[in-house]
DNA sequence: AATCCCGTCAACCGCGGTTAT
DNA sequence: GATAACCGCGGTTGACGGGAT
């Protein structure tokens, strides 16, 4: 014999909430709250609801400091970052963001940020960029990182030197990529005497045992979640790298997700990259996701200011 | 003015893990 | 231990409004 059953089906309202609803419901929660049991809580409270109806209404909308209307760059920058590590696990990134319901975040990257990306990286912005050494074609790569790295500069010195202001990341940013349930790959970049960009790279058949992922260094910014079932994200330091970082930190997630196991250095010793860098972008999800996962943390550079489309083009290529 | 189309978002549905009986 | 509800989550649906035709 299991329990008996939460409401009577038939005789419970669905659809769109009342006013008066919602107001029988918020007095009620903030009188006596949950009392740790949605299903007996509409009874209680006067609702012709089902309990699990209630407690969608009070978590995505009547609860105090929600956060209604426009999502900051801010914002913006976190999720598709989060996106591109953990995919759509909602409930995590909204953890990370304060009044964001996961529901407003899935709704919110499903209609609007999602297309906002792909829009971006259209073949019309392509070919504006087609003289960039990265946009050339789909093609195999394999070059040493140290030349892409220069090409890279020598290009981007010349095309568009002012609008290429320091960028904000972590220095000597450890990455964690999923390589399955049970296995991550850390990368991590360095710049070396020369300026140049080496990379160290190592498989961790470690993924987090508490659930938790690191994105950088040392320093840690807290996360506490609503329902206290939250996994943890902890982000790195935030020292300023210039440019020139960013350039070899890319170079390495393209290759990472070209598949790990092609990585490796050439007769010279250098790193080399290899794998399709695809330029004819055709944005489904998951191309969308591996976008802006070869960016990761460089995602920032898309909501800098009001010439996204701009430097979109500049770092995807 | 009427209709169609599309974007948005609140709400529902169903699944998997957990928990009470 | 078996059963069935609870709970939280992510995917999907459908009502609504605004713009286009």
Not at 22 to 45: C, H, R, S, Y
Not at 66 to 77: L, Y
Not at 98 to 120: E, F, H, Q, S
Not at 220 to 225: D, F, G, K, V
Request: aromatic share 12%.
């Amino acid at each position: 014999m299991g329990r008996a059953p939460c409401c009577d089906k038939a005789n419970v309202k669905k659809g769109p909430w009342s006013p008066e609803e919602d107001a029988k419901l918020k007095e009620f929660m903030e009188k006596f709250g949950t009392g740790g049991n949605w299903i007996v809580l509409p009874q209680k409270a006067g609702l012709k609801r089902c309990g699990k109806s209630c407690r969608l209404r009070w978590l995505n909308y009547l609860r105090p400091n929600i956060k209604h209307g426009e999502f900051t760059d801010e914002e913006d920058r976190i999720i598709c970052t989060l996106y591109a590590s953990i995919g759509s696990r909602w409930s995590v990134i909204a953890s990370q963001l304060p009044g964001r319901t996961d529901n407003d975040i899935k709704n919110y990257w499903n209609t609007k940020l999602k297309k906002k990306l792909m829009g971006l990286i259209n073949p019309l912005h392509q070919a504006k960029f087609s003289s960039s050494p990265f946009s050339a074609s789909t093609q195999l790569l394999t070059q040493p990182l140290s030349q892409l790295y220069r090409d890279y500069n020598s290009f981007y010195n010349q095309a568009a030197p002012k609008s290429l202001s320091p960028i904000e990341a972590p220095q000597n940013f450890l990455y964690n990529f999923p390589l399955s349930t049970t296995q991550y790959c850390s990368s991590y970049y360095q710049q070396n005497q020369e300026g140049l960009v080496d990379l160290q790279y190592n498989f961790n058949p470690v993924k987090d045992n508490n659930n938790m992922l690191i994105f950088g260094g040392n320093d840690q910014a807290s996360c506490s979640s609503s329902d206290g079932s939250c996994s943890q994200i902890s982000y790195g330091n935030k020292d300023h790298v210039k440019q020139e970082e960013i350039v070899g930190q890319f170079q390495g997630l393209i290759n990472s997700n070209n598949g790990f196991h092609n990585y490796g250095k050439n007769f010279n010793g250098d790193p080399i990259m290899s794998g399709l860098v695809n330029s004819q972008l055709q944005c489904d999800l998951e191309e969308v996701k591996q976008l802006i996962s070869n960016g990761n943390d460089n995602i920032n550079l898309l909501f800098n200011d009001e010439n996204k489309t701009e430097k979109m083009g500049m770092y995807y290529f």
